[in-house]
């Protein structure tokens, strides 16, 4: 059974910080490609970070020398540092694994991030 748990979330004033981990169980966590993704109310989840097996990393425009994303495949672990949020940041986030040779992916149930202006 494949499990991606996400934690780190909350309150946070502006221009404060987060870091959000998402733990992955019941896959080759190596072999995946792992994003961070959001969803502000009433609007579409969109692509924050995401991360290859082999560490190249890609950013939304808009969190670009604000966020950094990491992984530790040995936790099985994915990492969101966020710093100099916005209140525009607050949505809830979610962790995907996705590998596209085996055209899976699995997404974990989100952490709710709010930021006070």
């Known amino acids: 059974q494949v499990q991606l748990v996400e934690s780190g979330g909350g309150l946070v004033q502006n221009g404060g910080s987060l870091r959000l981990s998402c733990a992955a169980s019941?896959?080759?966590?190596?072999?995946?490609?792992m994003g961070w993704y959001r969803q502000a109310p009433g609007k579409q989840r969109e692509l924050v970070a995401a991360?290859?097996?082999?560490?190249?990393?890609n950013y939304a425009d808009s969190v670009k020398g604000r966020f950094a994303i990491s992984r530790d495949n040995a936790k099985n672990t994915v990492y969101l540092q966020m710093n100099s949020l916005k209140p525009e940041d607050t949505a809830v986030y979610y962790c995907?694994?996705?590998?596209?040779?085996?055209?899976?992916?699995?997404w974990g149930r989100g952490t709710q991030v709010a930021v006070s202006s």
């Open positions: 991360i290859t097996s082999r560490d190249r990393t």
């Open positions: 019941g896959i080759t966590f190596s072999m995946y490609v």
């Open positions: 995907k694994a996705t590998n596209d040779l085996l055209l899976r992916d699995y």
